[in-house]
């Protein structure tokens, strides 16, 4: 499998990536398994092996499995350090595209809650109240969104999360009784998933950051980049039979 590059320097690599697809093994190896996606990032770009530790070498950021966009990856140690810090300091712009169940009335919306480990199942995350009495172990979680588009049993909207917290964005929107479409692992028993759709409909869709600075390459000062990645033509097939059979409104 060839990753498709969205951008590329001497510091830095940022590619498309597709759903389906762990981004680097984490607890149990999946080596024996199946391949990862640095393990598809090293044979294509060899030096990645330079950069970082190993299993993640250069990963700057993660997607789950079955998201797909955009991700950052560093191609030096020196930028590793530089576009980690951004992220750590919450610098990063990171937009994404999700339909998730039910009609979301309000047009804008903000979710801030403590997110932690689930009690009995080490998969997931939980969302708990700011007010929990026992905050151990439960980080701050900030999520915004707006509305896209409304359809019968669903709502697309775009996400911008504040904080990178573990399955933020599944967790939330589960939290509000809205789980992403296809999502298994958030999903409720009684779920309904849109015909056609095969995996949690969740696409990482906008990325903004600085790079690092680099004269030869024309930042002396650093240079604020933006990414961005079109909706998979699967996803964009989900949108238009929802639109041919059920919508309801749409606002931009």
């Known amino acids: 499998m060839e990753i498709k590059t969205i951008y590329e320097d001497n510091d830095v690599l940022v590619v498309n990536k597709p759903a389906g697809i762990v981004v680097f093994p984490e607890g ?23 950069v970082g530790e190993p299993p993640r070498y250069g990963i700057v950021h993660r997607l789950d499995k079955d998201t797909s966009g955009v991700l950052l990856v560093a191609k030096s140690n020196e930028g590793l350090i530089f576009l980690q810090k951004q992220f750590k300091n919450r610098e990063v712009e ?22 932690g480990r689930a009690h009995g199942d080490k998969r997931k995350q939980k969302a708990y109240s700011l007010g929990d009495p026992n905050p151990v172990g ?57 015909a056609g759709l095969t995996r949690q409909f969740l696409h990482s869709a906008y990325l903004k950051i600085q790079l690092p600075f680099d004269e030869a390459q024309g930042r002396p000062s650093g240079e604020i980049k933006e990414f961005k990645s079109e909706l998979p033509e699967e996803l964009n097939n989900i949108i238009d039979n929802l639109k041919a059979t059920n919508k309801v409104s749409s606002e931009n």
């Open 94 to 115: 990171k937009k994404y595209v999700c339909l998730v169940e039910g009609t979301i009335t309000t047009d804008h919306g903000r979710i801030e809650t403590l997110i």
């Open 138 to 194: 439960k980080r701050e979680a900030i999520t915004e969104y707006k509305v896209l588009s409304r359809y019968k049993d669903y709502t697309l909207l775009e996400v911008e999360i504040k904080t990178g917290r573990r399955h933020q964005i599944r967790c939330h929107f589960s939290y509000l009784q809205h789980p992403i479409a296809g999502d298994k692992l958030y999903g409720f028993k009684n779920s309904k998933i849109p």
């Open 28 to 50: 149990q190896t999946l080596k024996n398994e199946e391949k990862t996606l640095i393990d598809y990032l090293t044979e294509q770009f060899p030096h990645l092996k330079d």
